[in-house]
């Protein structure tokens, strides 16, 4: 008599053993890929006598959930999970810190760092005036110009 065989076991985004049997009683235990995280009932999967495997076990994608930036905009057109992308675009007058605005859903479920920091205007030197500004010389302070006397102001 011929062992009953299970036939081919596939688990998406994970990883089984290089080799296995597939014929009864034999059992096989799949891990996740990188990434991936075990959805369904935990332990092995056991061919039973009725041919077919005993477990239904998935590997979805980890979730990085929604990003949400201050200063910017997020969209996430193909998802929160990985290994997907996001796109930052920041509000006028701030700029991006990192090295693209894209980034990436991590395989540990956390997205990329990536911040809007407020654009540094520099320090305002101006001839035959002074200059006083509050709250520092980024986006969207302001500073206050006062001409020398005997000079009027010139410009916005």
Same mark, same amino acid.
């Given at each position: ?20 049997? =597939?014929?009864? +009683?034999? /059992?096989?235990?799949? !891990? #996740? @890929?990188? *990434?991936? &995280?075990?959805? $369904?009932? %935990? ?5 039973l006598n009725t041919g077919s495997w005993s477990t239904f076990f ?21 998802? =929160?999970?990985? +290994?997907? /992308?996001?796109?930052? !675009? #920041? @509000?006028? *007058?701030? &700029?991006?810190? $990192?090295? %693209? ?36 010389? =980024? ?18």
């Open positions: 008599r011929q062992a009953l065989n299970c036939g081919p076991l596939t688990v998406t985004n994970a990883q089984l053993p290089p080799s296995f049997s =597939t014929t009864y +009683p034999s /059992s096989v235990i799949a !891990t #996740c @890929n990188t *990434g991936y &995280t075990g959805n $369904g009932p %935990s332990g092995p999967f056991n061919c998935t590997c979805p994608a980890v979730n990085c959930g929604a990003l949400s930036r201050t200063n910017g905009v997020v969209t996430t057109p193909s998802g =929160t999970t990985f +290994p997907n /992308s996001a796109t930052v !675009t #920041c @509000n006028a *007058g701030y &700029t991006a810190s $990192g090295a %693209s605005k894209t980034v990436q859903c991590q395989s540990s479920g956390v997205w990329e760092s990536f911040t809007c920091n407020a654009v540094n205007c520099g320090v305002l030197i101006v001839n035959q005036g002074t200059v006083v500004t509050t709250g520092g010389n =980024t986006y969207p302070n302001n500073a206050t110009v006062t001409c020398n006397t005997g000079y009027t102001g010139n410009g916005d």
